[in-house]
T-cell receptor
Framework: GAGVSQSPSNKVTEKGKDVELRCDPI?????LYWYRQSLGQGLEFLIY????????KSGLPSDRFSAERTGGSVSTLTIQRTQQEDSAVYLC?????????????FGPGTRLTVL | GNSVTQMEGPVTLSEEAFLTINCTYT??????LFWYVQYPGEGLQLLLK?????DKGSNKGFEATYRKETTSFHLEKGSVQVSDSAVYFC????????FGAGTILRVKS
């Protein structure tokens, strides 16, 4: 079946604008994750959704960042009043369930550039 | 909190050379350990995993053994190929996936 898809693949925006990044997980996967990959750095956990449970937002860097997951499927990551330091690749991943051994399947990412 | 430390790159090797990429971790409890790989222009994908101490994960000629006594999960391959050139990420899963900074591997023909 189809893998995790993300849109747009690239986004260039001006400082201060809001952006929305979309993730379509693999059908049937109940767990969904957002990460940020900055140049020369590893992946930074942002937020995690599992079924109908309250999301784990512990990785969000500021209150300008928010995410929602509608109907247990598609997720949108919103960054308000973007700053240059928000420039990074934003990765979405999904897994069958949140277990210690479940593989996370990653999307291709959205490259965000804030001018 | 949980953390992963892996050797800095880039690592440059000739084809057929032996590869080791070191990875150590700090965690409470008994996390699962993973190696993910990111080939040029592609998304992250799981390379191998181990879920308990002394387990060995293996795939595509790569191996890593979960060593609880040294809190390590070093990645090894006996003979690398040009096609192995990629960025390799060590990760642990306690209650969320925590990644190392990644190691760039370049294999020359």
């Amino acid at each position: 079946g189809a893998g995790v898809s993300q849109s747009p693949s690239n986004k260039v925006t001006e400082k201060g604008k809001d952006v929305e990044l979309r993730c379509d997980p693999i059908s049937g996967h109940t767990a969904l994750y957002w990460y940020r990959q900055s140049l020369g750095q590893g992946l930074e956990f942002l937020i995690y959704f599992q079924g109908n449970s309250a999301p784990d937002k512990s990785g969000l860097p500021s209150d300008r960042f928010s995410a929602e997951r509608t109907g247990g499927s598609v997720s949108t990551l919103t960054i308000q009043r973007t700053q240059q330091e928000d420039s990074a690749v934003y990765l979405c991943a999904s897994s069958l369930a949140d277990s210690r051994s479940d593989e996370q399947f990653f999307g291709p990412g959205t490259r965000l550039t804030v001018l | 909190g949980n953390s992963v430390t892996q050797m800095e790159g880039p690592v440059t090797l000739s084809e057929e050379a032996f590869l080791t990429i070191n990875c150590t971790y700090t965690a409470t409890g008994y996390p699962s350990l993973f190696w993910y790989v990111q080939y040029p222009g592609e998304g992250l994908q799981l390379l191998l995993k181990a879920t308990k101490a002394d387990d060995k994960g293996s795939n595509k000629g790569f191996e890593a053994t979960y060593r609880k006594e040294t809190t390590s999960f070093h990645l090894e391959k006996g003979s690398v190929q040009v096609s192995d050139s990629a960025v390799y990420f060590c990760a642990l899963y306690g209650n969320k996936l925590v990644f190392g900074a990644g190691t760039i591997l370049r294999v020359k023909s």
